[in-house]
Nanobody
């Protein structure tokens, strides 16, 4: 059974940092791409970053590029999202998602990912 479990969310002041974790199980970790999405109230779910685990290649949305860093611990089957210089507009529920891939890595569309975690709340106060 594929499982993705997010943790690390919380309340932080603007300008602060948080590190989210996505613990994965039930699949061969290095055959997958793992992405982070977020969804603010009343808004669509937005893809913000993706890593292909086998080669470590990453993709970022413009809204987070330069502030957020995605990384993976292959031995621990965990993907991280380091979030720095947080802004109130980063407030959302953050989800990790996974998909098997071969060849080109997937983008940041929700339709490209088959497995999802339950989400973790990030709130940035001004």
């Amino acid at each position: 059974e594929v499982r993705l479990v997010e943790s690390g969310g919380g309340l932080v002041q603007a300008g602060g940092s948080l590190r989210l974790s996505c613990a994965a199980s039930g699949f061969t970790f290095d055959e997958y791409a793992i992405a982070w999405f977020r969804q603010a109230p009343g808004k669509e779910r937005e893809g913000i970053s993706r890593i292909t685990v086998d080669d470590g290649k990453t993709v970022y949305a413009h809204s987070v590029e330069g502030r957020f860093t995605i990384s993976s611990d292959n031995a621990g089957n965990t993907v991280y999202l380091q979030m720095n210089s947080l802004k109130p507009e980063d407030t959302a529920v953050y989800y990790c998602a996974a998909t098997y891939y071969a060849g080109w890595g997937p983008g940041l569309s929700i339709y490209q990912y088959d497995y999802w975690g339950q989400g973790t709340q990030v709130t940035v106060s001004s």
